[in-house]
Nanobody
Framework: QVQLVESGGGLVQAGGSLRLSCAAS????????MGWYRQAPGKQRELVAA???????NYADSVKGRFTISRDNAKNTVYLQMNSLKPEDTAVYYC?????????WGQGTQVTVSS
């Protein structure tokens, strides 16, 4: 079992920046990969960025060059640095941890970008 707690969401103007944090606890040594997903109203949840235990990263095309995912293994924390934010980035952002075929989710944090 893994527990995930997100923080760092909020309201920002277009062009601004936010950093999301996701602290993991429990069986963190079993985590294969962690990532950030988002879900806007009326839309499906989508992958934003992911990072493996070997620190390989993957990004959605819509955020490449603007968002950066990173991890601090000593703190069992994953970060999502979001720069040049756009109104279309507005969504609830969820932290995800994957252990083999099992997914664990945080409670979500709201990010709102005003134009």
């Amino acid at each position: 079992q893994v527990q995930l707690v997100e923080s760092g969401g909020g309201l920002v103007q277009a062009g601004g920046s936010l950093r999301l944090s996701c602290a993991a606890s429990g069986s963190v040594f079993r985590i294969n990969a962690m990532g950030w997903y988002r879900q806007a109203p009326g839309k499906q949840r989508e992958l934003v960025a992911a990072i493996t235990s070997g620190s390989s990263t993957n990004y959605a095309d819509s955020v490449k060059g603007r968002f950066t995912i990173s991890r601090d293994n000593a703190k069992n924390t994953v970060y999502l640095q979001m720069n040049s934010l756009k109104p279309e980035d507005t969504a609830v952002y969820y932290c995800n941890a994957r252990i083999k075929e099992n997914d664990y989710w945080g409670q979500g944090t709201q990010v709102t970008v005003s134009s």
